[in-house]
């Protein structure tokens, strides 16, 4: 069953911008601290090779995304399409970046998230969800930008992020760019 939805409504933290069926690919750890472009390619080839060798269907949706204004809930579903009891929380201030761009598949879409350990150390960790078209992909894409943004202004209104030449560019190329 395909369900998927867009519901923006300001000043709501539980506002759910975007839910949908998704394939989990998984997580693999990655290096550097410079997110451009194609950074998530070498990754998103790693995690894509694993799934296409275990595939047995076209299509098997085993998760649900949801992308909020703060957090990313991926609900792990069963072998009968029902939402589990596990799920990952993903808060979107650490999402170092996010794309929907792959040469792989146009049908996937890839985060960069930065994992907290025991011991306060991190790590870098890129996520990668296969969607049932590349329209989907790119709409997971739009609806983080949006996360991104609502995060970010509430960050910044809250006094967490303060005012400075980095900000001031991020929330310029956020207003900016139209997806």
Not at 17 to 45: A, D, R
Not at 144 to 168: C, L, P, V, Y
Request: proline share 3%; with cysteine; glycine share 4%.
């Amino acid at each position: 069953m395909r369900t998927h939805f867009i519901k923006a409504e300001d000043g709501e933290k539980g506002t759910i911008l975007y839910h949908l069926p998704v394939t989990y690919l998984g997580k693999v750890s990655t290096t550097g601290m410079q997110f451009l472009s194609g950074c998530t390619e070498k990754p998103v080839i790693e995690l894509w090779k694993k799934h296409t060798l275990a595939r047995e269907d076209i299509f098997p949706a085993n998760a649900l995304l949801e992308i909020r204004p703060f957090q990313v809930w991926l609900h792990h579903l069963d072998v009968k399409g029902e939402a589990t009891v596990h799920m990952d929380t993903f808060q979107v201030a650490r999402i170092a970046y996010c794309t929907a761009d792959h040469n792989v598949s146009p049908n996937i879409f890839a985060w960069v998230y930065r994992e907290i350990n025991d011991d306060l150390s991190y790590q870098m960790d890129c996520h990668a969800v296969e969607c049932e078209s590349k329209l989907e992909a790119k709409k997971l894409a739009h609806a983080m930008m949006e996360a991104f943004k609502k995060t970010f202004h509430s960050m910044k209104s809250d006094g967490r992020i303060h005012r400075n030449s980095s900000s001031e560019e991020m929330s310029q190329e956020l207003e900016s760019d139209d997806g």
